[in-house]
């Protein structure tokens, strides 16, 4: 497809099941965000790739979150030991240019994580 | 005090209506993004602003930098347009969010 893919759409995890999440920007497209987005919440950034590198990882809530986009592409979210709280939609967004949020986003669907 | 302020938070109106939404915020910024968020749904990009106005489809956006102020208008508005709305303002490279603008277009 054209746009940015997000697997799985959901994923229940119990708690300290390690999951992992995939994002799949559109091709070609240089910056890569994830957000964390809690129920009635707005979304939180965790990490910015350009590229392969990750610029920015300030918004990752502890050391059991991790983020990887080793070609470029295609980027995984890992989030280690499950609790409750990490339960919310992860977002991924893509754009163009290396200017992150200065060109049009495009997201994904999201992937709906409940931890229980 | 947040960074990015919307107004108002929830609007309900008739179908037909004329909308606004109001997003004030008290950063500097390289850009500002309107967004469509549905129940359940992802996030849609309407519009990015760093100046002017844009029109796309029923959809009208304007920005006055110096007032650090946009506003998003639907006209003739459609109960499909319901949805949140999300002003987000772009200082460097990551997004700043506001809270959102719950829209309900009722027929």
């Known amino acids: 497809g054209a746009g940015v893919s997000q697997s799985p759409r959901y994923k229940v995890a119990k708690r300290g099941q390690d999951v992992a999440l995939r994002c799949d920007p559109i091709?070609?497209?240089?910056?890569l965000f994830w957000y964390q987005q809690a129920l009635g919440q707005g979304p939180e950034f965790l990490t910015y790739?350009?590229?392969?590198?990750?610029?920015?990882k300030s918004g990752l809530p502890s050391d059991r979150f991790f983020a990887e986009r080793p070609e470029g592409s295609v980027s995984t979210l890992k989030i280690q030991r499950t609790q409750q709280e990490d339960s919310a939609v992860y977002l991924c967004a893509s754009s163009t240019r290396g200017r992150g949020m200065n060109t049009e986003a495009f997201f994904g669907q999201g992937t709906r994580l409940t931890v229980v | 005090k947040n960074e990015v302020e919307q107004s108002p938070q929830n609007l309900t109106a008739q179908e037909g209506e004329f909308i606004t939404i109001n997003c004030s915020y008290s950063v500097g910024i390289s850009a500002l993004h309107w967004l469509q968020q549905h129940p359940g749904g992802g996030i849609v990009s309407l519009f990015m602003l760093s100046s002017g106005k844009k029109k796309h489809g029923r959809l009208i956006a304007t920005i006055n930098i110096q007032e650090k102020h946009s506003s998003l208008h639907i006209t003739a508005s459609h109960p499909r347009d319901s949805a949140v709305y999300i002003c987000a303002v772009s200082p460097r490279y990551q997004l700043i969010w506001g809270a959102g603008t719950k829209l309900i277009i009722k027929p």
């Open positions: 091709s070609g497209h240089v910056s």
């Open positions: 790739f350009q590229n392969e590198a990750q610029l920015d």
